[in-house]
């Protein structure tokens, strides 16, 4: 740093922000405010699409799984189809993690169209299999809301939605028919209802229904290797797409090698849910156009600050630059007292947006329909490497806009100066 922007600074920090009235003064507050208003509602935008980001995909992901593959064959219910299925092989388990990245989960899963009965109602469903200690059991025991949580190593039993449980009018402890049409049979079960979950996604909440795999495959004459599907998850978001495509190739790969003629379907959740990340990216959209109104704001509002400034201390221009202080050097001294306001907005914005990001984190304050949103609250998520990303892009955005205004003091003549009231 040379002699002369050690010079700027000093008088950058000795020069007073107050009116020789007292006081705080108007531009000064003005632009602490709007810097601190536009950082806390940068802050808030950005935190609030990332919970949404990941509740949603969390939540859909949970329905859907990362990756989902199956016998490409027609008639996807059938008889013959459930009892043929797909069998997870130690050989088709080895070159499917083969083309996975380390720490992902291969599970297998049963989806079964049923009919549950009440004495007076009936509703369609789609009952799913799932194993103890796998990715479903996980997702589904955080939505319980009554009874317990499931557990897929006790068979005959079931997990409702609450959608369901207050059509049919069931409760946990209540057991009830499930009818299940494979192939030209008709079979018929009754187990207990012991886990009543809520997710707010009311399109899968009224579809799917949960029970042990192993009830499913005794039910169905299959053997602890053989289900409808084979569920991968365990993989980073970001990594889904990229390894959807691994597998494909190494499951071709495979059937050619030990001559299968089955085909294999892979399908990852961006494709499945579709529908969900593509509203995910409308949101995007309008957080970027958030930030770019907030950054205008601050912007433009320290612009008029600094020329307040300025404009307050024209008789101190004078002074310095008949004292033989060059032009550069006194805008670099405004342009340094205008950054510390930026800084001081900066920071009493980031304090403001943190509290309340931490109250709603863990009070959920603020709350939403769920039928439009899936959600019951707010979610937010703090990121710490976003928030000072954006301070940082905030701070440069700040300096460069600054330098416009401070142009106006090379055209101040020392000797009107030193008259100017």
Known sequence: MSRRDNISLWLASRLSLTPQGGGTSPGVAVAVIAVALS????????????????????KVTGFEQQITVEADRSGFFSGEYVNEGIRLTPALDAAIRSALPSGATVNLTIRQPAILKTDSDFQGVVMKGITSGGADEAFLNPQVTAGGLFCAD?????AISRNTADALGLAPGDRIYTHYLVGENLLTRR??????YDTHFSEYDRLICYAPIAMLQTMLHTDSITATAIEINGLDDAEVDAAVDELRVALARYAGEHGEQLRYRVTGVHESGALYFSWLSLIDTNVVVILTLMACVAGFTLIASLLVIILQRIPTIGLLKAMGADDGMLRRTFVAI????????????????????????????VHLNPDAYYLNYVPVHISVPAILGLDLAVAVLCLLLLTLPSRMIARLNPAATMRYE
């Open 191 to 196: 187990p207990v209802v012991t886990t009543v």
């Open 39 to 58: 950082v806390c509602v940068m802050i808030l935008s950005i935190a609030i699409v990332m919970g949404f980001k990941r509740q949603i995909t969390a």
């Open 338 to 365: 205008a950054a510390r306001l930026a800084v001081v907005g900066i920071l009493a914005g980031n304090a403001v947006a943190l509290a309340l990001l931490l109250v709603q984190q863990r009070w959920h304050v």
């Open 154 to 158: 006790s068979l005959n039993t079931i």
